[in-house]
């Protein structure tokens, strides 16, 4: 940082130029059938699609300085859909014309879904005017999407709309990038294709890797093996792999209010660092914990960003995935934010979503989890939606203990699995509707009916487990019975490991 300082004092007028890539969720959920089955083909193409998001972020900044003959350290930040550039004043037109070419082909290869915007102000005044000022042009871009187009060259906003062909671009994303990129060293980028980055090809060129490097890419590429290891895993591998119910599933995060965190900083000094030290995380910490026994044979990442993240992979990984991010982040906020005041940017919300069989489309339980994650986001923050229910996090842990306990009376004391569907029905509000409210019932007719499912042996242990299993399900109140979320969580839990 000291020495962008330095750079920008010797130049003579410098502009800032911020750039932002639209509609990429509708582009990845976008596409013909073969994207949406449950081939492997289409796992490559999501995969794919979202690589190609992903990289353009970071390609494209550094491929713009470099056509300019300018220093990498100009780039201010990367990632997450959006990049941040400090240019010389007189860079101005050449920037422009190179954006707007990349533009087109990005138009082109996505159909129309995706758009490359960006705003150009003078690096002059406070931050927050500076700020305002590029937000500003990039919402009048994104309203009034022709009105810049109508200033090119030729009359661009009437140029004949020529998309590439949905065969040659779905081979392009599954292929080169799909099934090429997470093997690849290096990602390179040519002007005779502004808007394609392709594997270890370009005029210009990066490494790409896990760790942070000031000349590297930094990126999280972790893929499952298949059983051969000579591929990634389907998501039909990954669901044979799961512990009890063979199912797979899609786990989605993204942290809580971080573009408000990102607003109130007081400088592009603090901006900088912090949007770089959120995307390290994500990167890093996720392609560790990926790489970790319990997990690298179950899990894929599909991207990593500035502020989110998905992942699929085997159902009970998924959640053991999902609280170690949750733990690592709750740690990262506190060591790197405690000079920040406010909850924002400092907790994190996820969903997961499970294939309902396992021949199901990958990019259907995306969407799904998608639509989770706003429930649960729309609730409350800092939670996971799991297994139908909203969960605080510290929740989760006392669900992961229930289902613990719930699982040892099926092995350890041959419990019929009926039960848990026994246990089930207390959450079903037509059972006791005419008890009072959802989910509340009578103390002594919950312990009357919990009794004659968990009847029979009066071995200590059982005991023990059972008085446990009340505990942990109602809470400790005698004159009401109010069910726990977390208790739902847990039998549905338990269902899934005991099932095969």
């Not at 009437?158 to 671009?169: D, G, I, L, N, Q």
Request: proline share 4%; with cysteine; glycine share 8%.
């Amino acid at each position: 940082m000291r020495i962008l300082k330095t750079l920008l004092v010797r130049m003579s007028e410098q502009i800032l130029l911020q750039g932002k890539i639209l509609g990429t969720e509708d582009f990845l959920l976008a596409g013909p059938a073969e994207a949406r089955s449950g081939r492997s083909a289409g796992e490559d193409l999501l995969a794919g699609r979202s690589q190609w998001i992903t990289l353009l972020c970071e390609a494209l900044p550094r491929a713009l300085l470099a056509e300019l003959g300018l220093a990498r350290i100009l780039l201010g930040s990367s990632g997450g859909g959006q990049f941040l550039v400090v240019l010389p004043g007189e860079t101005r037109q050449a920037a422009e014309d190179f954006l707007v070419a990349a533009a087109r082909q990005i138009a082109d290869l996505s159909s129309g879904y995706v758009s490359l915007v960006w705003g150009v102000t003078d690096n002059l005044g406070d931050w927050a005017v500076i700020r305002k000022r590029l937000n500003e042009e990039l919402q009048g871009k994104r309203n009034a999407p022709l009105a810049a187009a109508q200033t090119e060259p030729g009359g661009a906003a009437f140029r004949p709309f020529t998309p590439v062909s949905s065969a040659e671009a779905d081979a392009y994303f599954a292929r080169e990038l799909g099934a090429k990129v997470r093997g690849a060293a290096r990602i390179g980028w040519s002007p005779e294709a502004p808007g394609k980055v392709a594997p270890e090809e370009g005029k210009h060129s990066w490494p790409l890797s896990s760790n942070l490097s000031p000349e590297s890419i930094m990126v999280a590429r972790h893929a499952a093996p298949s059983d051969d290891g000579k591929s990634a895993a389907t998501v039909q591998t990954l669901a044979r792999r799961a512990q009890g119910r063979s199912i797979w599933g899609v786990l989605r995060g993204d942290v809580d209010d971080f573009r408000l965190r990102l607003r109130r900083v007081n400088s592009i000094e603090e901006h900088v660092p912090l949007s770089v030290l959120f995307k390290q995380f994500f990167a890093g910490e996720l392609e560790v914990l990926c790489s970790l026994p319990e997990f690298w044979r179950k899990v894929s990442i599909l991207y990593t960003g500035g502020d989110d993240f998905a992942v699929y992979g085997s159902w009970d990984a998924l959640i053991g995935l999902a609280r170690e991010v949750q733990r690592l982040f709750h740690r990262f906020t506190e060591e790197n934010l405690k000079e920040y005041p406010g909850p924002e940017g400092k907790t994190i919300s996820m969903a997961i979503a499970l294939a309902p069989e396992m021949y199901y489309p990958l990019a259907a339980v995306y969407e799904e989890a998608g639509r989770n994650l706003d429930l649960a986001k729309s609730a409350d923050k800092d939670c996971i939606y799991l297994l139908g229910r909203v969960l605080e996090w510290r929740r989760l842990a006392d669900a992961a203990e229930l289902k613990d306990t719930v699982t040892r009376l099926v092995h350890d004391f041959r419990m019929s699995r009926q039960f848990l569907y026994q246990l089930r029905s207390f959450y079903r509000r037509e059972e006791y509707a005419d008890w009072g409210p959802a989910e509340t019932l009578g103390a002594w007719r919950f312990q009357r009916r919990f009794n004659r499912i968990l009847s029979g042996t009066r071995d200590r242990e059982f005991q023990k487990l059972r008085s446990h299993l009340i505990t942990e399900m109602v809470g400790r109140k005698s004159a009401e019975v109010k069910l726990r979320p977390a208790g739902l969580v847990a039998l549905e839990w338990a269902r899934l490991v005991t099932e095969v």
